[in-house]
């Protein structure tokens, strides 16, 4: 049997590491960790404080739902690392 010469290269790293998956009281999340560099403040449901403009903090979302899905944008929400970590 002759070897079969692989054409196809091993995929790229990632250069973002991908969203993490969570299990908490609620739910199965899916969880990214992200810069803050959008221009709109969020505020976080831990703690019910705006989270600073630029600072990296969590969004997290339903895993059941798919990503970019109206449905999942719609349930993402915005976290301080601290009170994602808080939450149960
Ligand atoms: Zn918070």
Redesign the pocket.
């Known amino acids: 049997m002759p070897r079969r010469r692989v054409a196809r290269p091993a995929p790229a790293p990632l250069r973002s590491p991908p969203e993490q998956h969570e299990h908490k009281a609620d739910g199965e999340w899916l969880v990214r960790t992200t810069r803050g560099s959008s221009t709109k403040d969020y505020r976080?449901p831990?703690?019910?404080?705006l989270?600073a403009r630029g600072r990296a903090h969590v969004v997290a979302w339903p895993a059941e739902k798919a990503l970019l899905s109206e449905a999942a944008i719609d349930d993402r929400r915005h976290?301080?690392t601290?009170?994602w970590a808080r939450k149960h």
């Open positions: 976080c831990g703690c019910a404080q989270i976290w301080h601290a009170c």
